[in-house]
């Protein structure tokens, strides 16, 4: 079993549509999440972080952490063709070195 | 956050040589790591270069293969011995501070032929 599992998708929305992205995961060391978007060849571009179970909105994206359920997500509002990318989830004990999930591909249609 | 100039962006190789991959950030950083994304696949940390030690590898990557330096806070290099085809990949550079806001560099694209 994989220590962070991600839907690869693809994923396909209009634009407009709202958008969540889960992971989940099996060690509960992990106390740093993070969102990463990922542009076809670019690297990794950090969205949002967060070490605690609840909500943190920022502008369109909200990220959600479920300590409890190991269990978190990312919310796209009002998705634009711009947001077409793969999403990264990205987890850290605290080493500071990350375990990323396999990423999910999304597309918003214009 | 830092920025991060990464070079080459790409290379094609020959099975047998070697490349070094050149990691530059545009301030001070205290945490450097080196990540593999095979095709179609998610990062994967090879190592944490240590300024002024040896670099941290993770399970499955040894230094004979992937040696790092890190000379300063604001440089490090990897370098892939002895290639061959399976080591086909993107290597990214990542940097960041204690606070996370982890930067990636654009990654290097190589082909080993």
């Known amino acids: 079993q994989k220590e962070v599992e991600q839907d690869p998708g693809p994923l396909s929305v209009p634009e407009g549509a709202i958008v969540s992205l889960n992971c989940t995961y099996s060690n509960s060391a992990f106390q740093y999440f993070m969102w990463y978007r990922q542009y076809s060849r670019k690297g990794p571009e950090l969205l949002m972080y967060t070490y605690s179970s609840g909500n943190k909105e920022d502008g369109r994206f909200t990220a959600q952490v479920d300590k409890s359920s190991k269990y978190i997500s990312l919310f796209i509002r009002d998705s634009q063709p711009s947001d077409s990318a793969t999403y990264l989830c990205a987890l850290d004990t605290g080493r500071r070195a990350l375990t990323f999930g396999s990423g999910t591909r999304l597309q918003v249609q214009p | 956050s830092a920025v991060i100039s990464q070079k080459p962006s790409r290379d094609i190789c020959q099975r047998g040589t070697s490349l070094t991959i050149q990691c530059q950030v545009d301030?001070?950083?205290?945490?450097m790591f080196w990540y593999r994304q095979q095709p179609g696949q998610s990062l994967t940390l090879i190592a944490t270069?240590?300024?002024?030690?040896?670099?941290?590898?993770e399970s499955g990557f040894v230094i004979d293969k992937f040696p790092i330096s890190r000379p300063n806070l604001t440089f490090s290099t990897l370098t892939v011995s002895n290639m061959s085809p399976e080591d086909s990949s993107i290597y990214l550079c990542?940097?960041?501070?204690?606070?996370?806001?982890?930067?990636f560099g654009s990654g290097t694209r190589l082909t080993v032929v």
């Open positions: 301030s001070q950083v205290t945490m």
């Open positions: 270069a240590n300024q002024g030690s040896e670099a941290t590898y």
């Open positions: 990542s940097a960041g501070g204690q606070n996370y806001g982890y930067t």
